[in-house]
């Protein structure tokens, strides 16, 4: 208990004490102004304080124009005259004197002041990790996480050569004229350029690489782009820097077309291939460049959504920025000039991937956390969807919060070849609601997680899939990979172990059937999971398959069965099951006085900058095994050291946020087993309503309530019937 209440504090302070020092230091709100205290007093003089292009460099660029591009003409003059320098002057200044796009005017109203302040002061934070480089010099090969044991992150240091502040920088600059946002800039380009030199002869996505597909997709298309155009009027960004940006853009959109990814990688790759080329088409290859991630992007997405619209990879969070890469690319063909060459229907693709976002849609307008995921804000993405099919009133009812448009015309759902089960008490704010996860792993960012369930009401994630939490190789982000960590049934204390490898296991080839049937008041469905359990020498132990069913009685009664039924070699053996509940608070309470029946609390688990839906008077959730014979029962809290298949009560953002796990086990048994749960929603304020809970054999059980009502539970032929009676 000493030891869990340690924890708590020591993860409390991290989380408090990290966005407190930043605050001390960046404007909070309002128009940003100048930092009162940039932390040089003076310029500095070294090596990045004066212009690094090198001739050949500038080469590249001259030799890469079409010369004969309207408006260039002084500068080919030069050039075929044999100056170089003064060609690439021309060059610079005719760039200078080019109508900005849309699109990034647009993206620099817009600020985020604590990374931009970050930026200018050379401080890097990606998580919960911070630093500020030394002599104004970023180290582009340096990773604070590394220092930390156990805790290594290869994104904090591929995410630091991202630069996302240059954006927020030039943003701040076109706000403020100050010419130290500039100088910044500058010196960091410059910087990138000396330390990281030349593209790779090869892929270089691996570890502390700086020329990860990725990260060249995402500077050219997100970060740099408006960068340039932001800093475009400062003098600090000398003519021979802007060469410098071409010289660096042009050879990352040559790497990044020789050497392409899959997935939602490939797609942030072609979008700043699309992004450099329509800015650039001067260029004599911006044009084959163009077609190249014009196909690339609308051929992988329409193979990428599924025809129920979810992206293969199954997380909300890389379906949202597949989206956001379309619609950027859209935006800025057309800004830039080029919109006839994307197809007709590159947009229209996209309304079946907002459709598969409004069927999964929480209470909170939130998405369940599938795989690796974060919590999103619907209707902020819905603001597209609107402009984009304006005749899709559910898509303005998203967007407006409810104000505007109409609901959808259904409840419960499910995508056959995504794989989820939503079951929906309604579309209102504080309806319950339950997503379940019968489906294949997808496509990248898997987590062994089939048969899954997370339950929420209104605004709050009772129980709950974390995501996964931070890419740090820690023992927390090994066990929030597997079935250990979502609300499941582990056998003999291991886990769900589908093979990885290969599409068999990762997309289903046909649509799954008959998984939900619905009378409007009653839900009812079913997954089978049947890939065995951890994993010895020869593979995967297939010596046990579980079967979920669950009933949904609205508005807020879930009743789960899970069958753990041994087959082959597993039938004459003893074993031991445990079903893992995973609920986001920090305490529970005895919800029936002489049962096992738990209730959590309206008290949040620790708050942090990744738990913004962390409040106070949250809604609660009962967890109530109905069959209790031969069980044993606990609870984990803040487990975080030892082996992670011990791990347990822990959220893996991180700092992690300290939870709880409830468990119910039978240990040692053999034949069938069968674990039966009641989960019931209630508000905040909500009285307890169970009166007494009688298990019949195992093949049924009653509930009884304090209002008079009784829940009959039933298992006849193996299946799982239930309904409440006065």
Same mark, same amino acid.
């Not at 985020?112 to 934070?125: C, F, L, P």
């Not at 044991?149 to 240091?157: C, I, K, L, S």
């Not at 990860?212 to 003098?235: D, K």
């Given at each position: ?21 930043? +605050? ?70 005719? @760039? ?6 849309? /699109?990034?005017v647009e993206s620099l109203k817009t600020i985020d002041k604590r990374r931009a302040y970050e930026g200018v002061n050379y401080i890097w934070t990606y998580g919960a ?95 740099? +782009? ?81 025809p129920d619209g979810f992206l293969n990879e199954l997380t909300n969070s890389y379906h949202g920025g597949v989206i956001s890469d379309m619609i950027h690319a859209f935006t800025l063909a057309n800004d830039c000039g080029v919109g006839d060459e994307l197809p007709k229907d590159f947009i229209a693709l ?13 209470? +909170? ?39 505007? *448009? ?86 003999? *204390? ?6 990885? *490898? ?41 010596? !046990? ?75 609660? @959730? ?13 609870? !984990? ?24 796990? /409830? ?61 409440? !009676?006065?």
């Amino acid at each position: 208990m000493k030891r869990a209440k340690f924890l708590l504090s020591a993860v409390a302070a991290i989380a408090v004490l990290l966005p407190a020092v930043h +605050a001390a230091k960046a404007p909070k709100s309002g128009r940003i102004k100048t930092p009162t205290r940039i932390l040089w007093e003076k310029e500095v003089q070294d090596e990045f304080s004066k212009p690094l292009l090198k001739d050949e460099w500038r080469d590249v660029v001259l030799n890469a124009v079409n010369w004969d591009f309207p408006g260039l003409e002084a500068a080919k003059k030069l050039y075929l005259a044999g100056d170089k320098k003064g060609a690439a002057n021309e060059f610079a200044n005719y @760039l200078r004197a080019r109508k900005i796009p849309k /699109i990034f005017v647009e993206s620099l109203k817009t600020i985020d002041k604590r990374r931009a302040y970050e930026g200018v002061n050379y401080i890097w934070t990606y998580g919960a990790n911070s630093h500020q480089f030394p002599n104004q010099k970023i180290d582009w090969f340096y990773n604070k996480t590394k220092e930390i044991p156990g805790m290594t992150d290869y994104e904090w240091q591929w995410q630091l050569n991202r630069m996302r502040w240059f954006k927020e920088m030039a943003a701040a600059y076109r706000q403020t004229g100050d010419k130290r946002w500039a100088i910044a800039f500058v010196r960091q380009l410059r910087s990138w350029a000396a330390i990281c030199g030349p593209a790779p002869a090869a892929h270089a996505n691996g570890r502390d690489s700086i020329w990860r597909g990725i990260e060249q997709g995402l500077r050219l298309a997100n970060f740099w +782009a408006p960068a340039f155009y932001g800093f475009l009027e400062a003098p600090e960004f000398t003519n021979d820097d802007i060469m410098l940006y071409c010289y660096l853009g042009l050879i990352q959109s040559r790497h990044v077309q020789k050497f392409t990814n899959t997935g939602n990688i490939y797609v942030m790759e072609m979008n700043g291939v699309l992004t450099f080329n329509s800015m650039f088409p001067e260029l004599k290859e911006s044009g084959a460049a163009r077609r190249l991630a014009v196909d690339g992007l609308y051929t992988n997405v329409n193979k990428m959504l599924l025809p129920d619209g979810f992206l293969n990879e199954l997380t909300n969070s890389y379906h949202g920025g597949v989206i956001s890469d379309m619609i950027h690319a859209f935006t800025l063909a057309n800004d830039c000039g080029v919109g006839d060459e994307l197809p007709k229907d590159f947009i229209a693709l996209l309304e079946r991937a907002y459709d598969a976002q409004l069927h999964m849609m929480t209470p +909170a307008f939130d998405m369940p956390l599938t795989n690796d995921s974060r919590h999103v804000d619907l209707s902020k993405r819905f603001a597209s969807a609107v402009k984009y099919f304006p005749h899709r009133k559910d898509f303005l009812w998203v967007q407006s919060l409810r104000k505007k *448009g109409t609901p959808p015309g259904y409840l419960s759902t499910f995508m056959p070849w995504a794989g989820f089960v939503i079951l929906r008490e309604s579309w209102d704010k504080e309806a319950s609601y339950l997503c379940f996860d019968v489906g294949p792993l997808g496509m990248r960012h898997q987590h062994q997680d089939k048969l899954n369930i997370a339950i929420w009401k209104g605004q709050d994630m009772l129980l709950y899939d974390d995501g996964g939490g931070s890419y740090a190789r820690s023992m927390v982000r090994k066990y929030t990979l597997s079935s250990l960590a979502h609300n499941l049934v582990s056998v003999d *204390g291991k886990w769900q172990s589908t093979p990885t *490898g290969g599409d068999k296991y990762r997309i289903l080839r046909e649509p799954l059937k008959d998984v939900l049937q619905s009378d409007g008041k009653t839900d009812y469905t079913k997954g089978v999971f049947d890939q065995g359990w951890g994993r010895d020498r020869k593979g995967n132990n297939k010596y !046990v398959v579980q079967e979920r069913q669950i009933v949904y009685i609205r508005p807020n009664i879930f009743v789960v069965l899970d069958r753990m039924i041994p087959v082959r070699q597993g039938v004459k053996k003893p074993h031991t099951y445990q079903a893992r509940w995973h609920v986001d608070t920090l305490k529970v309470l005895p919800a029936l006085d002489g049962h096992p029946a738990l209730v959590t609390t309206s008290e949040s688990s620790i708050s942090n900058k990744d738990n913004e839906r962390a409040r106070k008077n949250r809604n609660r @959730l009962i967890v109530a095994p109905l069959f209790t014979k031969n069980m044993t029962f606990g609870t !984990v809290s803040g487990k975080v050291d030892g082996d992670w298949p011990t791990l347990g009560g822990v959220y893996a953002v991180h700092p992690y946020r300290i939870t709880t796990t /409830i468990t119910h086990t039978l240990t040692k048994v053999k034949g069938e087993q069968r674990f039966l749960t009641l989960f019931m929603t209630l508000d905040n304020k909500e009285a307890l309503p169970l009166k007494s809970i009688t298990q019949r054999g195992n093949d049924g059980a009653t509930v009884e309530f304090t209002d008079g009502r009784k829940l009959e539970v039933v298992i006849e032929n193996n299946k799982l019937s239930a309904k409440v !009676v006065k």
